[in-house]
């Protein structure tokens, strides 16, 4: 099916970080960036072009400006009452150092910048003075200092990345020994580590280092009591929620005993009535282990619901519904049962070649039961491709009784090109090879939205001492069970390139629930990076966009109207970089027509970010992870 009609609505301070008495790196101090920026331009000694298309967005993966302390934004137009709240938003701050020996350090990959974490506070007007506006805040905070300094010092990246181009002279004694170094600790300076790409808000289970006063806790921040930073690895960052500094890390060991591996999805999934949070923790070797587990949302308490023998594979996110969490395998496998991880010191180039035609890259669907212990009660097998974001997954009727379709939505690829365009080289509008990347790689780098079907998954008879008949292989420890075989999954319709999202956000009230609408950014070839927002209707296959030349948009955010009956009854927050000024804002858009209704300016760029969390104002317990 082919969608039709679309429609359009239309400097930094960063100084030598000290030492404190014991050694470790203040807090307090900044690495200094300014003057800096001139320098690095001075001594970069490459060409820019003309933006592709008359499009700057090299600002959006440049931007290194902090705000420590909260300033007030300057807001025109109307923002509603009800998207009063906190909004973070999480991703790259800067991507290049000047060394003591006088060279510059670059971080080769976008998905490598230092981490920094934005945070607007939305205060709703007061309701006494009918001339009130809403008004908006806005504090920012690089979570990297320790690691900027090392490298400041030494001119070289010490950890694990995920694309970081290595020194192709590095010796093999120095690659064996980084194969035996050790697992990952949580003990080291929380500065240190660059873990950066979603974030979530009172998560459980996780216990918080940084004690909130009752005076915090009721503050602009009202209810949020921890704040955690997370990427595709086992461990978390805590910052705290209000300055934004680094507290700690966490290892999901901490949880549970037998989450030892190091790989997780960045996109946890949480139930948005219980607060029931669902992920996976990988463990790579020649039988690579996935366990998915569940963190209670009421107790803390995690248990492992399933463990699954497939494929190591590199896995950004999973799906929910009202029964079932689903772990799709697609086609991202770790090369030599994950090794190379090690031998790479990163992801990207540890992942093996994708290609449609390989029956060993087929995807595999694994539905395991969320609140009996009856572990996978079903498995599929689809075509092979890669995805960054699952959307949503909802429960449907089935032909058979007792039986349930599984419904289930995101964004494919039909190779790994798409990663491989987050270098910097390739999508900064003013670098030659982005042009270069841009007119070779152009379709095959960008995504179909697609939906998918499991048909005919058993509901009668799960239960904690009946596990479904399909099973056939079992063992001792509780929750483990695999199908076979597999079953055939089922792909409904395709958007086409030009209509599909990334950065994918749904009405949060329909999380687990069948939903009609999707935003995310448009990525129609205008330019190296995103061109505009879009509302995806599921039913009529139609597309409402938001768009402006030279305008950079980031993920779009859904704030429910509390009042609402429609499900696009709401607005939409993102952070747009104006590319022609060189400055960013608050993008407040309507979510029925995608009109702007209003937006709060800054007087500097923002960086582009990965994702992003509302917190309403109120007394909710918990965020909703997706």
Known sequence: MSPSNSRRASVNRYTPLEEDDGGQTSGDVLVDIDGLADGLIEARGFGRVRPYNDWPNDLGFDAVHEERIPVELCVT??????????LYRTGPGGREIMTEKGTIWNASHWFDGFTQVHRFQILEPDPTDCLAATRVFYNSRRGTDGMIEEIRRTGKLSGFSFGQKRDPCESYFRKIMTMFQGKPTDTVPPDTRNTGVTLSINPPGFPSRKQISE?????????????WNKTDSAMLKEIDP?????VGLALQRRLHPDLQGAFSAAHAKSDPFTGDLF???????KNAVYRIFRISGSTGKTDVIATINAPGAYLHSLFLTENFVVLCVWGSHYASYGLKVMWERNILDAIADLDPRDPKKRSKWFVVDRHHDSGVVAAFEGDSFFCFHTINAYEAMSKE????DIILDLTVYENMDVIKRFYYENVRSSSPGAHSFFSEKRDTARGNLNRWRLPGVDISGLSRTNIAANHVRTNSHPGVSIP????????????PKDKTIELPSINPKFITRAHRYIYGVADRGFTTFVDGLH????????????????QNPGEPIFVPNPGGQGEDDGVLLSVVLDGHTGKSYLLVLSAKDMLEMGRAEMDFAVGFGFHGTHFPAGAQKHSIHY
């Open 535 to 550: 509302k995806y209707d599921t039913e009529t296959h139609d597309v409402l966009t938001w768009e402006s030349h030279g």
């Open 401 to 404: 009784d007792g039986k349930v």
């Open 484 to 495: 076979e075989p597999f079953s055939k999954a089922i792909l409904e319709w395709v958007a």
């Open 242 to 246: 209000n300055t934004l500094e680094p």
């Open 279 to 285: 992920n996976y923790n990988l463990q790579l070797g």
């Open 215 to 227: 005076k915090e806790a009721q503050g602009h921040t009202s209810g949020i009591r921890s704040l």
């Open 77 to 86: 137009g109307y923002i509603p009452a009800y998207a009063a709240g906190t």
